[in-house]
């Protein structure tokens, strides 16, 4: 083959390749970093005794992480109870090292999380609204950021009629964006009883129902709350969830109360939305002794 039949060849099939390459991570239109779960305390000696480190320190550790990633990622998605209850002073310590953070983040309402911390001391608002709900488009994709947090028993949450119906619009709407939804109670079954039964939101079934119709555009449901990494699909919709940046829990069939995974790690995603997929790349970590804070 002589060189200009080589480069006959090439300029051939470099347009192909071009199209096959349309859908890959490398021309995504979003990619957006996914970690949940930090339930920080103002006090640095709040842990649990199963965990090997505090979630204070899983907390600098994961913002250590992210700022190290190797490229810029658009935005980063807290996936809720960011303290590890409603106090004042665990906002102001959250803030204070969640905002060391690089990048734009946005927040989800967790079950652990309070309205008027959350909104007025986190996030800066200067009133409470009743419901944390919104949407943006971020790179011609349309984001939609839910909040589950409602009263229920144990620590399972819901949407609510009003957060339905305005999810309904958008769903039902002619609208050719890719769509993806943050949300930080898992609302389908992931197979355990505990998770199943006690946990997740109370409108869950609604909640997929309604999503089904953009089935044709939605690129996944990001959640937190179950502190380990899991897959759900159902009627072609896509569920991950992300670990803990603290302490990770176990999900056995059959499973009826709450069990620590203790040989697990903690984590979060990079999550890659192109026009016509979605590519998840999970990052773990460990919390080295000489990099926690005293």
Request: hydrophobic residues 35%.
């Amino acid at each position: 083959m002589t060189d200009a039949d080589s480069q006959s060849t090439m300029a051939f099939r470099l347009p192909d390749i071009q199209q096959r390459m349309k859908g890959t991570p490398q021309n995504a239109l979003l990619r957006f970093v996914h970690f949940s779960d930090t339930h920080i305390s103002a006090d640095p000696a709040y842990n649990h005794a199963e965990a090997d480190y505090t979630p204070m320190q899983g907390a600098y550790e994961v913002v250590r992480q992210i700022n190290a990633l190797p490229f810029e990622p658009d935005f980063v998605l807290h996936g809720g109870d960011v303290v590890y209850d409603p106090d004042d002073s665990a906002y102001v310590k959250a803030r204070e090292i969640l905002s060391e953070i690089k990048y734009p983040v946005d927040y989800l309402m967790g079950n652990h999380d309070e309205r008027h911390g959350f909104q007025t001391l986190l996030l800066g608002q200067r009133a409470t609204s009743e419901k944390h709900f919104y949407e943006r488009e971020i790179n011609g994709v349309q984001f939609l950021f839910l909040d589950s947090n409602a009263p229920a028993p144990f620590a399972g949450g819901a949407l609510g009629k009003v957060q339905l119906e305005w999810l309904k619009d958008i769903c039902n709407a002619r609208d050719p964006r890719p769509l993806a939804i943050g949300v930080h109670h898992n609302a389908l079954p992931i197979g355990s009883p505990f998770w199943d039964e006690f946990m997740r939101m109370r409108d869950g079934e609604e909640f997929h129902t309604v999503i089904k119709a953009a089935l044709g555009r939605l690129r996944g449901v990001f959640f937190g709350h179950v502190h380990q990494s899991s897959e759900t699909y159902r009627d072609g919709v896509m569920y991950v969830s992300v670990p803990s940046t603290w302490y990770q829990l176990h999900c056995y069939p059959g499973q009826s109360g709450i069990l620590q995974d203790v040989d697990a790690e903690p984590g979060f995603n990079v999550v890659s939305i192109t026009e016509t997929q979605t590519f998840i790349r999970r990052h773990r970590f460990r919390v080295p002794e000489h990099r926690r804070p005293s």
